[in-house]
């Protein structure tokens, strides 16, 4: 696979531009996935596409899947570190669609719940519904979202090599490299994305699938 290099700057406004080129931009909502590990730091892409997508005459809407986990009753059933859990378990696709994702659809409300629940208390957010104008993006950000059927417009995958992921995951969150590893092995995250990009190095980002 070739891969381009491309500063930080520049990959926001290819990646801005491509949003606002995609088919009914301006017209309908919608809906961008910013997928990786967090050592990837996918939320931090999708905030730095706030602003550009701003001046591009785009309002967005910034969600994380971190915030649409399963109750930990749920999650945790299997213990704490259990990385099939993790990998299966997590997150609550359900709500996901339900308060996010379909609401987006054509002829939807465009009334957004733009978090579920918070991950560290177990509690509700009681986070208030945002309505997104028409036309308006929606960028969620989070770890192993494809492969799960969600309705998205364009799904960015932020790719890194296992040696990577291993070096930049805490030693706290080392239990979940085998989720991980799964993903690669099932899903196969650089294909399955419409945009891939590689940050090994973060300052150096490059991009493999576009």
């Known amino acids: 696979m070739q891969v381009h290099p491309i500063s930080p700057d520049r ?20 809906r961008v996935a910013v997928d990786g590990a967090a050592a ?4 931090e892409l999708a905030d730095a596409l706030v602003e550009p997508l701003r001046l591009r005459g785009r309002p967005t809407l910034r969600v994380s899947a971190a915030d649409f ?9 299997y213990g704490k570190r259990d990385a099939d859990a993790f990998h299966d378990l997590w997150l609550d696709d359900g709500a996901l669609l339900r308060e996010v994702l379909d609401p987006l659809e054509s ?3 465009g009334r957004v719940l733009p978090s579920l629940r918070d991950p ?11 309505e997104l104008p028409p036309g308006g993006v929606l960028l969620l950000d989070g770890a192993l979202l494809l492969g ?28 979940t490299l085998p989720a991980f590893a799964r993903y690669e092995a099932e899903t196969a995250p650089a294909e399955a ?8 190095d973060p300052r150096h980002p490059a991009i493999a699938r576009a």
């Open 40 to 43: 990837a730091r996918p939320g």
């Open 107 to 109: 002829g939807g409300s």
């Open 193 to 200: 994305a419409d945009v891939t990009v590689r940050v090994d």
């Open 11 to 30: 990959l926001t406004e290819l990646l801005a531009d491509r949003i606002a080129e995609l088919p009914g931009a301006g017209e309908r909502w919608l």
């Open 148 to 175: 799960r059927w969600l309705p998205l417009e364009l799904t960015v995958h932020l790719a890194l090599s296992p040696a990577a992921l291993a070096r930049r995951t805490p030693p706290e969150e080392q239990w």
């Open 69 to 77: 986990l399963r109750p930990a009753s749920v999650r945790l059933e």
């Open 120 to 130: 560290v208390t177990d509690r509700s957010t009681r986070a208030p519904y945002t």
